[in-house]
């Protein structure tokens, strides 16, 4: 059995994905860990407890296969979360993804946008990038073994935690977008009389909101 077997058998009887594992020419294991599918759909997030469960794990199984590394490191892939294989774009299809090509295409390697699988490809390594070149929506169709490197979007999400629903965005629309001010967002009249702050003095309204 590899390492890399040893790994992966590990990590997923544990009841996690794995999504990385490399081993530097120092000898540092670095191994890249997510919750399953539905659980993250869920919102479930790695945790440091999560981690230490499988460092433990992984190391007593490396001990007993005695395979030789200098140090384990375990960690939770991120909100850029990489992409590594055809499981892992078949989970993430219809998100927003960025990706470097190993070699240009149009003058260029990096692209931005929506992936989705070919209609009616034939095989799990045929992908499609939609994208906006500023001009108009193109497609960009390629195969894994054509990306130098592919990671998540990171997509910021404050449901449940009090913040305001994003804005939408246009497609290949960067940079910041602020929301529309609605009727009662609109700051009020003054009224004659109405006492005014003090310079430097913050007013209070019953705390931030949430």
């Given at each position: 059995?590899?390492?890399?077997?040893?790994?992966?058998?590990?990590?997923?009887?544990?009841?996690?994905?794995?999504?990385?594992?490399?081993?530097?020419?120092?000898?540092?294991?670095?191994?890249?860990?997510?919750?399953?599918?539905?659980?993250?759909?869920?919102?479930?997030?790695?945790?440091?407890?999560?981690?230490?469960?499988?460092?433990?794990?992984?190391?007593?199984?490396?001990?007993?296969?005695?395979?030789?590394?200098?140090?384990?490191?375990?960690?939770?892939?991120?909100?850029?979360?990489?992409?590594?294989?055809?499981?892992?774009?078949?989970?993430?299809?219809?998100?927003?993804?960025?990706?470097?090509?190993?070699?240009?295409?149009?003058?260029?390697?990096?692209?931005?946008?929506?992936?989705?699988?070919?209609?009616?490809?034939?095989?799990?390594?045929?992908?499609?990038?939609?994208?906006?070149?500023?001009?108009?929506?193109?497609?960009?169709?390629f195969t894994l073994d054509e990306v130098r490197e592919a990671r998540l979007v990171p997509a910021f999400s404050f449901k449940g935690r009090g913040g305001e629903?994003?804005?939408?965005?246009?497609?290949?629309?960067?940079?910041?977008?602020?929301?529309?001010?609605?009727?009662?967002?609109?700051?009020?009249?003054?009224?004659?009389?109405?006492?005014?702050?003090?310079?430097?003095?913050?007013?209070?309204?019953?705390?931030?909101?949430?």
């Amino acid at each position: 059995m590899s390492w890399q077997t040893a790994v992966e058998t590990t990590v997923t009887g544990l009841g996690y994905e794995l999504v990385d594992c490399e081993r530097s020419a120092g000898g540092l294991l670095r191994v890249t860990i997510d919750k399953l599918a539905p659980e993250a759909a869920a919102g479930e997030l790695i945790t440091v407890d999560d981690c230490e469960k499988v460092t433990r794990q992984l190391q007593y199984v490396l001990e007993v296969e005695a395979f030789d590394y200098a140090r384990l490191e375990v960690s939770s892939p991120g909100l850029d979360r990489p992409l590594k294989n055809a499981a892992h774009y078949a989970r993430f299809a219809g998100q927003e993804i960025d990706i470097t090509l190993k070699a240009p295409f149009q003058g260029r390697k990096k692209y931005r946008g929506i992936v989705s699988a070919q209609p009616e490809a034939a095989s799990d390594q045929a992908w499609r990038l939609v994208f906006d070149d500023g001009a108009a929506e193109q497609a960009l169709d390629f195969t894994l073994d054509e990306v130098r490197e592919a990671r998540l979007v990171p997509a910021f999400s404050f449901k449940g935690r009090g913040g305001e629903p994003a804005p939408d965005r246009k497609p290949g629309q960067r940079g910041v977008i602020k929301p529309k001010k609605t009727a009662k967002e609109a700051p009020a009249k003054k009224q004659a009389g109405e006492p005014t702050a003090a310079p430097g003095q913050d007013k209070v309204d019953g705390g931030l909101k949430q």
